[in-house]
C-alpha cells in the first residue's frame, strides 16, 4: 500500500482529498503546515506528497526546495503561467490548480506513483528513510544528504542490498572489493565507525548492527 502525506492547512479541501485517496485504499498521513511536514517525512517512509503552497509557517516553496527523492504533486489556488512554471522548476513533479477533478487528481497521483517506482527500481536502494542513489552516487537519510567516503558508499550499498542479512566482514570485504582498494578487516570497523558518525549528525536512529564476532547488519525496522 503507498504512503500519501497530504499537506494542507484547509480543512474542507484536506478532508475532501483524504476522502478521495481512501477510496482508492491509499494510506494517508496528514500534515496541516510546512514544519509539520518536514518532521513527518524525518520520521516516515512517504511515497508521495499532495502540497499546498500557501501554508502556515513553512510555506509550500520552501519545502520543496528541501525534498529531494519523494514526488511533489502541487494542489494550489495560484493559477498563473509564472506560478506553475515556477514552482515545477524548483523541484516540484506536476501541478494542480484549485478547484480540482478528483479523477484527474488520482491520474495524476498514478502516473507519478508509476514513475517512481520505474526510478527507484533502476537506480534507488531504500531502507527506513535511507536512499542510495546508484547513478548520482549519492545518499540520503531523511531527505538530508550524507557525504561518504567511496569505501564507506561501497559498505553502505552492500549492507543495503542485503538489508535482511547479516554480512560477514569476510564476505562483505569480497563484495566491496570492485569498487575500493583500500579495505582490509582491521581498517573495516574503522569505516563503519565513520558511517554510523555520519549518519548520526542527521538522525538519532540506528542503521547499523554489529553482529559479535560475524559481521554486520542493517538494524531491522
Not at 520543496?64 to 522548476?89: F, G, M, R
Not at 506513483?113 to 527506513?128: A, D, T
Request: charged share 30%; hydrophobic share 40%; proline share 2%.
Amino acid at each position: 500500500m503507498k504512503t500519501i502525506l497530504i499537506v494542507e492547512d484547509d480543512n474542507d479541501i484536506h478532508n475532501l482529498i483524504k476522502e478521495i485517496l481512501k477510496k482508492e485504499h491509499y494510506n494517508i498521513i496528514d500534515a496541516y503546515s510546512g514544519t509539520e511536514a518536514l518532521m513527518i517525512i524525518e520520521k516516515k517512509d512517504i511515497d508521495l506528497i499532495l502540497l499546498d503552497l500557501m501554508l502556515p509557517g513553512l510555506n509550500g516553496e520552501k519545502i520543496i526546495k528541501q525534498i529531494k527523492s519523494i514526488p511533489i504533486i502541487v494542489i494550489s489556488a495560484k493559477i498563473s503561467p509564472e506560478d506553475k512554471v515556477n514552482t515545477l522548476l524548483s523541484g516540484a513533479n506536476d501541478y494542480i490548480t484549485k478547484p480540482f477533478n478528483s479523477e484527474e487528481l488520482l491520474a495524476r497521483i498514478s502516473v507519478q506513483l508509476r514513475i517512481n517506482n520505474e526510478k527507484c527500481s533502476k537506480q534507488e536502494l531504500k531502507y527506513n528513510g535511507m536512499v542510495l542513489n546508484e547513478e548520482t552516487h549519492t545518499i540520503y537519510v531523511n531527505e538530508k544528504q550524507i557525504y561518504l567516503t567511496k569505501t564507506e558508499y561501497a559498505i553502505i550499498k552492500q549492507l543495503l542490498l542485503n538489508p535482511k542479512q547479516v554480512v560477514t566482514k569476510s564476505k562483505l570485504l569480497e563484495l566491496i572489493s570492485e569498487d575500493t582498494l583500500d579495505c582490509d578487516e582491521n581498517s573495516l570497523k574503522v569505516h563503519i565507525s565513520n558511517i554510523r558518525k555520519k549518519i548520526r549528525s542527521v538522525t538519532a536512529e540506528e542503521y547499523i548492527e554489529s553482529v559479535w564476532g560475524i559481521g554486520f547488519k542493517l538494524y531491522e525496522i
